[in-house]
């Protein structure tokens, strides 16, 4: 899996020229481009890698409020903490696109420009890639990790919004009038081998295995009815909680 950098979808952008030159000049000119990846730097926004036609030019670290979808400045003009609501979580980094909900029509909170509608591009997401680093993130705790959703907004700008600063709606499934969500942040890590009852399957060597509670069910259940364990599916059946068919086989 990608560290630091991942790729975009070759995705056709509009730069402002003074992102090219420090911000010394080029206030007002816009400059064609095309997406080719993006850096993710714990603490910093994301950094964007992209190429210049007009120039045969590569030009990276550019922020996501470097970008327009057409040359010509938006309304509003956000800035960049209003475009990207969250920091960089950590240098493992994954860029994919969710299908289902690719179509769909979303609705952006912005920290301080009210609601902004949008089209889905794709999500930037993060986690620790490398077990043998100490993890200072926060990427991979349920309460603190964020989504960062790509999405080219209406005004004209990018931006990348976390799933809990959203509303995502379908014409198909969508009520008319959906209800506000009620939930609350997650902080359960879910796991499912540890904690409960010790499976025991050390010992075991049968493909079709069974935990140490089966078996101590099943010698029960022998001493109890000689038919289990000689043949009888019937029998097997009515201790698994399964209907065998006309065979005799479940």
Known sequence: MSCLITNLPSYEVWVRKEYLTDHKSGHGEFVKGVWVSAKSIPGRAFY?????????????????SAFLSSPELPD???TLHNLQFWNCMDYGVVAVQKQ????MHYEVYTRDFGTQTGTYICTLDNYHQDVDAIDY???EQPAEHKSHNLLELDNGQFCLYPNN???IYDNSITPEVPKNPDFKV???YYQVENGHDRDGLG?????????????SDLSINVEADPNIGAGN???QADLYGYEPDSNGLG
């Open 48 to 64: 964007f890698e992209t190429y210049l036609p007009e120039y045969a030019a590569m030009f990276d670290k550019l922020p996501i």
């Open 76 to 78: 509003p003009d956000m």
């Open 100 to 103: 289902f909900i690719g179509s």
């Open 137 to 139: 993130s926060t990427s």
């Open 165 to 167: 600063r959203m509303r």
């Open 186 to 188: 997650s902080t359960v």
């Open 203 to 215: 010992s075991e060597e049968n493909y079709f295995w069974k935990t140490a509670k089966e078996r």
């Open 233 to 235: 599916t019937a029998a």
